[in-house]
T-cell receptor, first 114, second 115 residues
Framework: DAKTTQPNSMESNEEEPVHLPCNHS???????IHWYRQLPSQGPEYVIH???SNVNNRMASLAIAEDRKSSTLILHRATLRDAAVYYC???????????????FGTGTKLQVIP | GAVVSQHPSRVICKSGTSVKIECRSL??????MFWYRQFPKQSLMLMAT?????????EQGVEKDKFLINHASLTLSTLTVTSAHPEDSSFYIC???????????FGPGTRLTVL
């Protein structure tokens, strides 16, 4: 079962910031929070990931709650190309020499309004 | 970032035939590859996990004799849908993970339509 909860859909106006929430109340101490997005008819694309501290990259920012039970993906200026399904996923990166299955939930479908 | 390709991107076949889908890691060695299936308006469902040189591990409910997975090298995994039927029509996506990465890199997907 998916270990994260996200709203089914959200809307944003173009060029405005978007805050996509994710709840993960059962997160363990070694779980990293990963975000992927999937554009229509394409494979998922990595967006960002973090453990405890907030993270920034060229695509987005990730704000992680102090208790780590929730996080928020922040797109600073939404463009039409950001319209996609955004998936929040927990992944234990601490295991060495092994792999970690990724379980996708239903994600949040982001609609960007021109 | 690392690049994963899939071939073909789209395939249409007749019921009863077999279809092979290739997944390649282009610029890194993939110790593990994953195969997913996605039906319209649904999320990705993991089908199986394969490690180079060993048998794939299938998720519950996925028929291993119908969905044959071969991971013969560190850059190539193949999924063969045997005796395909219309209900196998779906979007098949692979992902790959290398020893030096902490994330999976996904291919662009293969749209299979069985007539």
């Amino acid at each position: 079962d998916a270990k994260t909860t996200q709203p089914n859909s959200m809307e944003s106006n173009e060029e405005e910031p978007v805050h996509l929430p994710c709840n993960h109340s059962t997160i363990s101490g070694t779980d990293y929070i990963h975000w992927y997005r999937q554009l229509p008819s394409q494979g998922p694309e990595y967006v960002i990931h973090g453990l405890t501290s907030n993270v920034n990259n060229r695509m987005a920012s990730l704000a992680i709650a102090e208790d780590r039970k929730s996080s928020t993906l922040i797109l600073h200026r939404a463009t039409l190309r950001d319209a996609a399904v955004y998936y929040c996923i927990l992944r234990d990166n601490s295991e060495s020499g092994g792999y970690q299955k990724v379980t996708f939930g239903t994600g949040t479908k982001l609609q960007v309004i021109p | 970032g690392a690049v994963v390709s899939q071939h073909p991107s789209r395939v249409i076949c007749k019921s009863g035939t077999s279809v092979k889908i290739e997944c390649r890691s282009l610029d890194f060695q993939a110790t593990t590859m994953f195969w997913y299936r996605q039906f319209p308006k649904q999320s990705l469902m993991l089908m199986a996990t394969s490690n180079e040189g060993s048998k794939a591990t299938y998720e519950q409910g996925v028929e291993k004799d119908k969905f044959l997975i071969n991971h013969a090298s560190l850059t190539l995994s193949t999924l063969t849908v045997t005796s395909a039927h219309p209900e196998d029509s779906s979007f098949y996506i692979c992902s790959a993970e290398g020893a030096s990465y902490n994330e999976q890199f996904f291919g662009p997907g293969t749209r299979l339509t069985v007539l």
